[in-house]
Each structure stands twice: as C-alpha cells, then as structure tokens.
C-alpha cells in the first residue's frame, strides 16, 4: 500500500507540484487549483499542507472562494430558469393542444361562464355589461356578443374606468381601447374616474384602465345570460 501511494504522487512531475504551489501561495483554493491543473484535491492537500498563508493572501483566498461561490449560484440560478422555461413552453403547448377547436357548446359555456367571473348580474341592470383591463379578455368576450348572440359592434357602448391621474390621457388610452376592439371612439361615453391613491407603485407604462362594454337593448339576452349562469350553478 506505501507504495502505491508513492508511485501515485511520483506520477506527477515537479513542475506540476510547483505550479499547485504558486497557486496556492496567490490565494486559490483546494478547488481552484484542482481545476485549473486536473490534479485531486487530495493529493494537492498533501503538497501544500506546510504552506502557511499571510493575511493578505488569506483575505485573498477568501475572496476568491465567494467569487467561486457567486459563480455557482449564478450558474445554478440560469439551470433552473431554462428549466423552468421549459417547462412553461412545454405546459404551454399542451394547453393550447387541450383547447383545440370549441364546439357550440364548448363555446357557450366559455362565454356564460366569463359573463358570470366578470359580467353585470345586478337585478336592475336592463342591459348585457361587461367589463375587464385585459384586452384579450375583452376581446373574446366581443368575438362571443358577435358569434353567440350576433351583435355587432355598432350595438356597443364603451366607457372607460381611470385613476385620476391619467385624466389626461384619456383620448390616448380611448384610442388604444378603441384599435383593439375595432369600435368608434364615438361609441365612448364620459369616463369615470378613481380618486383613491395607489398605495404600491405599479409599472404604469402599460396602464390602459378598464374598459366597461355595455350592449343597447340588450334586456332580453341579459335575461337569457342569467338564465345560462343559473344552468352552471347546477352544475355537479
């Protein structure tokens, strides 16, 4: 056994011995120098084992052992992000696979259901009322009014909710909501605004407040919405 472990030292020649020195004597680490020169940890444990490092070059080790560290955690931290990404990828594909094509009453229950999250059920609403700040929402909730119940975009009246800061931005952000759901901006009515104040700061470069979309006599369909709302309720 001795002399297995001193042909394994022997095996290495002086100059490498000298190299795992000098990096040791300018502060890197066991690990380091296992690096940098493919030589175990073990074996250059043994050669520096008598090198006894100044506070300069102990401070310096140090920091190269957070720098080291640091580069781990960042390299383990973008391991994780490209895994999570493609997981997000993977589940995204397979959710749009399970969506697929709607049928007619797929489509239905789409639509009574959003109506029933975000539409106007108050016992004296005369009118179908909608309203929401996620455009695409918005607009499959219009592409539902237009295929389901075949109203056109004409029947439509749009009015904007607005913290108060933004009163002067209204006919910037009215544009905005008008190019996305392909309405008039005559078709808006006053908008209200919020004169709460925001307690958290929010990323506001894409604020376009909430939109409310009512529908002109539209009673009798209101009445039909209930009617599908209360069929989901039943539901088990």
């Known amino acids: 056994m001795h002399i297995q472990v001193h042909n394994m030292f022997m095996r290495y020649k002086k100059e490498v011995k000298d190299k795992v020195r000098s990096f040791r004597q300018q502060g890197f680490s066991l690990g380091q120098i296992s690096q940098k020169i493919d030589v175990p940890r073990t074996t250059i444990r043994t050669w520096i084992k008598d090198i006894i490092l100044s506070k300069k ?62 539409g106007f059920k108050n016992r004296h609403e005369h009118r179908l009322g909608f309203c929401n700040s996620d455009p695409y929402m918005v607009k499959f909730y219009i592409y539902w009014l237009e295929k389901h119940l075949s109203i056109t975009k004409n029947q439509l009246v749009a009015r904007l ?59 009798d369909r209101l009445l039909k919405m209930k009617g599908w709302i209360e069929g989901l309720k039943m539901l088990k």
């Open 57 to 118: 070059q102990t401070e310096t080790l140090k920091e190269r052992v957070q720098e080291n560290l640091q580069k781990g955690r960042i390299k383990f931290q973008k391991i994780q992000g490209d895994k999570r990404e493609r997981n997000e990828k993977r589940l995204m594909r397979s959710g749009i696979s399970e969506i697929g094509q709607l049928s007619p009453r797929d489509f239905l229950i789409a639509g009574a259901s959003l109506y029933w999250a975000e």
């Open 161 to 219: 909710t607005l913290n108060y800061l933004y009163k002067d931005e209204v006919n910037e952000i009215q544009s905005f909501w008008a190019q996305q759901i392909g309405i008039s901006l005559t078709q808006f009515t006053k908008p209200f605004f919020q004169t709460s104040k925001w307690k958290k700061q929010y990323n506001t470069n894409n604020y376009h407040g909430v939109l409310r979309i009512h529908v002109k006599d539209s009673l």
